[in-house]
């Protein structure tokens, strides 16, 4: 299967800079969807961003502007780039990833999460 290893989580302070980088590796079949969500303690998981095979991305409204998720798909690698951080940023930051399709369907595999954490 698919293993999602997660790098670049940490300290930093409000108004500083994260990259996050999320590499995957096993028996692929093709990584389609990629992406990155987040949850603090006591709230939902929540979306972050996504890109697309295509290259297609979305974001939520709150990092709209200032992250920006990429791939490099000769790496299987997907990054987020998180910049002016804000401490209502600070959440475990989970990779995700739809690998397929295969004859019996797709599948998703989560990361094991990277603690981001934004002081004021």
């Known amino acids: 299967q698919v293993q999602l290893a997660e790098s670049g989580g940490g300290w930093v302070q409000a108004g500083g800079s994260l990259r996050l980088s999320c590499a995957a590796s096993?028996?692929?079949?093709?990584?389609?969807?990629m992406g990155w969500y987040r949850q603090a303690p006591g709230k939902q998981r929540e979306l972050v961003a996504t890109i697309t095979s295509g290259g297609s991305t979305n974001y939520a409204d709150s990092v709209e502007g200032r992250f920006t998720i990429s791939r490099d798909n000769a790496k299987n690698t997907v990054y987020l780039q998180m910049n002016s951080l804000k401490p209502e940023d600070t959440a475990v930051y989970y990779c995700?990833?739809?690998?397929?399709?295969?004859?019996?369907?797709?599948?998703?595999?989560w990361g094991q999460g990277t603690q981001v954490t934004v002081s004021s």
């Open positions: 096993g028996t692929i079949v093709r990584i389609n969807r």
């Open positions: 995700n990833v739809l690998d397929g399709p295969a004859v019996w369907g797709f599948y998703e595999y």
